[in-house]
């Protein structure tokens, strides 16, 4: 049995990063790593990972106009609810038109109506997935394209190749860094996950996306824990936050103090449990409380 732990936050920047980071390191190799925050990827800048295998990721299609065969007639525009068709000037003629691919919301409109059949439908490259090799293990990840879509899509396969990597290397653990929110990339980071971790911060904001990210998780009825980073910045706050979080049923297992070493770990391309910080002591002890089975 493979046991699956998302480090997730219902906002950036709350520490989740360094927090799977250290996990990571924790794991001493007993488990697969994977990056599951397609949109704003950044584990790889602390594992400086040593990339094996690079696939395309495709979802969707995109509209292009062949200039050889377009008549400049304009119906593209015309129907097109998102701008996406603009026209290119010619020194003689009509002008012709371009697919702004930013715009293109691949609805296929302009496609099915042209007169001249002069717009392609190729399949949308959106972004990339990676298998590399990193000091702590393999680590599953992706890079989504400038202003790409369907990441919910890419974290599902990001886990999927993890899941494969642990089956076939004999492992059982899974250690993901999830999205932030609760959006559909953190719904299909979280999805039949053997256990979540959210990292929250003692801030009103971070008390209130504590309580929506624990109500996704709630919902799809996966076994919850607590951590507060920064804690010491406001030790009231983050009495409250650890007693809602126990009245919603999720587990609260530490508290990490705040520490400047955890820049000084970042500019190092370390996890903070790599270097002598204070704070790496309390995830320890996070990591600890959680209780994982390796099965090594």
Not at 216 to 232: E, P, Y
Not at 276 to 296: C, F, H, Y
């Amino acid at each position: 049995m493979i046991n699956e732990l998302v480090v997730i936050s219902g906002k950036g920047g709350t520490g989740k990063t360094s927090v799977a980071a250290s996990f990571a390191v924790l794991a001493a190799g007993r488990a697969v790593i994977a990056d599951c925050d397609v949109d704003a990827a950044d584990l790889h800048l602390v594992l400086a990972p040593k990339i094996l295998a690079s696939t395309d990721f495709k979802s969707g299609h995109e509209a292009v106009i062949l200039r050889e065969t377009c008549t400049g007639c304009g119906l593209c525009a015309e129907l097109c609810r998102f701008g996406a068709p603009t026209p290119v000037k010619r020194p003689f003629g009509k002008p012709l038109y371009e697919i702004d691919p930013v715009a293109c919301e691949g609805c296929g409109v302009c496609v099915r109506f042209c007169p001249a059949k002069a717009i392609a439908f190729p399949e949308r490259l959106c972004g990339e997935w990676l298998v590399s090799e990193t000091r702590c293990g393999t680590l599953v990840h992706a890079c989504l394209g400038v202003a790409a879509e369907n990441s919910g899509k890419l974290v599902s396969m990001v886990r999927r190749e993890a899941r494969r990597v642990a089956e076939e290397n004999g492992l059982s653990l899974i250690v993901t860094d999830g999205p932030p929110g609760i959006g559909c990339p953190v719904i299909a980071s979280v999805t039949g996950a053997s256990q979540v971790l959210v990292v929250t911060e003692p801030t009103v904001s971070g008390e209130h996306d504590l309580e929506r990210v624990l109500k996704l998780a709630r919902h799809f009825d996966i076994r919850t824990s607590v951590c507060v980073n920064k804690w010491d910045i406001n030790p009231e706050m983050t009495e409250r936050i650890e007693r809602r979080a126990a009245e919603a049923g999720a587990r609260v297992t530490g508290r990490i103090r705040y520490d400047r070493a955890v820049t000084a770990a970042q500019t190092q391309a370390k996890a903070v449990v790599e270097i002598d910080a204070p704070s790496a002591a309390d995830i320890r002890s996070v990591w600890e409380n959680l209780k994982l089975e390796t099965g090594n």
